[in-house]
């Protein structure tokens, strides 16, 4: 557990915290004036390698080899040159600051961040961390790096939880539900959607796997997507994989494969079947793949039991098929070395001209 602290004056800026992984739709915009939910879970932190906000740098400003020194291995339109390292919380965590009014930016529903820190420590008026809220983005506070320091709380060691312990206690992500508006020109403030976090889940993932595939020629090469087996559950044959996801109750490719993912890696394990590739997906998806939330109709007397399928009404679906976020799957291939081969850069330019990035 850790407590951020004003790097000025030392004063106490969030509630206790553990460190977790970045999730994969931090950096989404999704629709237009829809109000997306908070982005961490409420007493968790993870850290962005990459900087956020302005100042920016068109592309023709930036020399190929600092780009690729910074992880970009493709063309951008533009990249910030902020501070890189924020450390990403839910609003709720924060603590001791104000909002500095002049920093709104130009957003139309909230802040974006775009004029860099929005909020400063109340005991200093040190500019410590940004708060962003407006539509169609993520809600979050973004500690700067270079203005606060986190101090260690209570127990520096905890015990990680077992694999079994992971999916008795996560939260499956539906694939779909409503997404929140400010209001249609109907004058409803939702609609019925795929869901934000799966798309961009699917984004991250799609763009892993055709970094995995090696292109057309390498058809037969598998790809994996998920977490560690469970040792007692033999699964199919890694014949029968494909790209089925990897986990509980699938084959076991070697005994480090399970660190691997964990570490939120994509690397090749050689098997005596095939080889195969491990695609990084979050765990709330993951766990709705293998072990989706049953609707199945059962004989019921009285009340209608909350677990009963209804036919009226219809049961709400979203109105377009299923795809995966642009822009994470741009932001995902560009910071792959994959990008630089000739057919998936001319997947990328693609995506740049606007074609669809559907899946189904």
């Known amino acids: 557990m850790f407590v951020f602290m004003c790097a000025g004056c030392g004063a106490e800026l969030t509630t206790p915290l553990s460190q977790v992984s970045l999730p994969v739709h931090t950096r989404q915009q999704y629709g237009n004036g829809t109000q997306l939910p908070v982005l961490m879970e409420s007493g968790t932190f993870a850290v962005d390698p990459d900087p956020w906000g302005g100042p920016w740098r ?99 060691h905890t015990t990680p939880l077992s694999w079994a312990e992971l999916a008795a206690k996560g939260e499956k992500a539906p694939p779909f539900g409503p997404i929140a508006t400010w209001g249609g020109r109907l004058g409803s403030n939702h609609y019925w959607s795929w869901s934000p976090q799966w798309e961009a889940a699917a984004g991250h993932a799609l763009a892993q796997r055709l970094a995995a595939s090696e292109g057309p020629a390498a058809a037969g090469r598998r790809a994996c997507v998920g977490t560690r087996p469970r040792p007692d559950h033999p699964g199919p044959s890694p014949a029968a994989l494909g790209r089925q996801p990897a986990g509980l109750g699938m084959n076991r490719y070697e005994e480090d494969v399970d660190a691997r993912v964990r570490a939120g890696l994509s690397r090749s394990s050689q098997t005596a079947a095939a080889s195969a590739y491990l695609v990084p997906l979050p765990l709330e998806v993951w766990l709705w793949l293998v072990s989706p939330q049953p609707y199945l109709p059962v004989p019921a007397s009285g009340r209608i039991p909350q677990d009963v399928l209804r036919d009226d009404p219809l049961p709400l679906l979203p109105h377009y098929l299923f795809r995966a976020d642009r822009g994470t799957l741009q932001h995902t291939l560009v910071r792959l070395p994959a990008v630089r081969r000739p057919w998936l850069r001319t997947i990328l330019d693609t995506l740049t001209e606007g074609t669809s990035a559907d899946l189904f």
């Open 58 to 156: 068109t592309w023709d400003e930036i020399d190929p080899g600092e780009a690729e020194a910074r992880g970009i291995y493709a063309p951008v339109h533009a990249l910030s040159d902020s501070t890189t390292g924020a450390s990403v919380i839910a609003p709720g965590d924060i603590r001791g600051t104000r909002l500095i009014p002049e920093k709104r930016g130009d957003a139309c529903c909230g802040l974006d961040g775009a004029d860099g820190p929005n909020m400063a420590c109340e005991a200093c008026d040190l500019p410590v961390a940004t708060r962003i809220d407006d539509c169609s983005l993520w809600q979050a506070v973004r500690l700067s790096s270079d203005a606060v320091h986190r101090v260690p709380v209570g127990s520096a």
